[in-house]
């Protein structure tokens, strides 16, 4: 299997503008988790799904965060209007067992917002 | 909620010799998870420890668990170059209504050649 995927690996934008993150979980991974990492806060989680129905949001910072998850194999992370305190880097997780269970994660995708 | 923290947070090592690094959390717990992250990298599990066991081994890796400390720890025996990374426990979050894992600020292991 090719792991978890994420989309783009960068990316830099403008205050404002809306930002689009891509993920595509590992086959058969029934649990998608949306994490954000910074140097002040560590690794948050922001949401996750279990078959394709946002189970746990409340780690969504704002209303400008909005996450989606039309098929079992692939999300999305929205943030529009960005900010630069949205800079960060942004990883999506699946998992087979369960929310507190392994976890397979992306490489990340690295946004700065200028 | 419950949170593992890592102890210490920057480690340095020569090549060759043992790393150890903790992790403590406040509540109790199922299992606890540690992962490593190279940098510019994803997180990479490496080893779940159930609450039913005291100590668990994969490779070059040992994780023991007591469970009455709330305490955990990864040892790395013959550190190489590549295992400098950071390493993270994650623990299960008890909250009501929440079932998710949480992972600590992490431990920065350099293993010098």
């Known amino acids: 299997d090719a792991g978890v995927i994420q989309s783009p690996r960068h990316e830099v934008t403008e205050m404002g503008q809306e930002v689009t993150l891509r993920c595509k979980p590992i086959?058969?991974?029934?649990?998608l988790f949306w994490y954000r990492q910074t140097m002040m806060r560590g690794l948050e989680l922001l949401i996750y799904f279990n078959n394709n129905v946002p189970i746990d949001d409340s780690g969504m910072p704002e209303d400008r965060f909005s996450a989606k998850m039309p098929n079992a194999s692939f999300s999305t992370l929205k943030i529009q209007p960005s900010e630069p305190r949205d800079s960060a880097v942004y990883f999506c997780?699946?998992?087979?067992?369960?929310?507190?269970?392994?976890?397979?994660f992306g490489p990340g995708t690295r946004l700065l917002v200028l | 909620s419950q949170q593992g923290e890592e102890d210490p947070q920057a480690l340095s090592i020569q090549e060759g010799e043992n790393a150890t690094m903790n992790c403590s959390y406040k509540?109790?717990?199922?299992?606890l998870q540690w992962y490593r992250q190279n940098s510019g990298r994803g997180l990479v599990h490496l080893i779940l420890?159930?609450?039913?066991?005291r100590e668990k081994h994969s490779g070059r890796l040992r994780v023991t668990l007591d469970t009455s400390k709330k305490s955990s720890s990864l040892l790395i025996t013959a550190s190489r170059a590549a295992d400098t990374a950071s390493y993270f426990c994650?623990?299960?979050?008890?909250?009501?209504?929440?079932?998710?894992?949480?992972f600590g600020k992490g431990t920065k292991l350099s293993v010098i050649p």
């Open positions: 086959s058969g991974h029934d649990y």
């Open positions: 994650a623990t299960p979050n008890s909250g009501a209504g929440s079932y998710q894992l949480t």
């Open positions: 509540t109790s717990i199922n299992n």
């Open positions: 997780a699946s998992s087979y067992r369960g929310p507190q269970e392994t976890q397979y």
């Open positions: 420890i159930r609450s039913n066991e």
